[in-house]
């Protein structure tokens, strides 16, 4: 999805745990904010929210990809 995105004159907002590692495919055309977020804490949820409100004036779409997976 991040690579589809990134072909489009768009803001991309990114979070996750090790957001350092998500960057953009070379040629992108979108901006990439990425945020480091651990989603079992709720003060880091907040501190995202402050800092995506600074940044964009508003969210057109949200892809939620975050879960728990168990295995066996």
């Given at each position: 999805?991040?690579?589809?995105?990134?072909?489009?004159?768009?803001?991309?907002?990114?979070?996750?745990?090790?957001?350092?590692?998500?960057?953009?495919?070379?040629?992108?055309?979108?901006?990439?904010?990425?945020?480091?977020v651990?989603?079992?804490?709720?003060?880091?949820?907040?501190?995202?929210?402050?800092?995506?409100?600074?940044?964009?004036?508003?969210?057109?779409?949200?892809?939620?990809?975050?879960?728990?997976?168990?295995?066996?």
């Amino acid at each position: 999805l991040l690579k589809h995105l990134a072909k489009s004159n768009s803001t991309i907002i990114a979070i996750a745990r090790r957001a350092e590692q998500i960057s953009l495919p070379e040629g992108a055309k979108a901006q990439l904010i990425s945020l480091s977020v651990d989603l079992r804490d709720e003060a880091s949820i907040l501190r995202a929210i402050q800092e995506i409100k600074t940044k964009v004036k508003q969210i057109d779409v949200i892809f939620n990809n975050a879960g728990i997976t168990a295995h066996g």
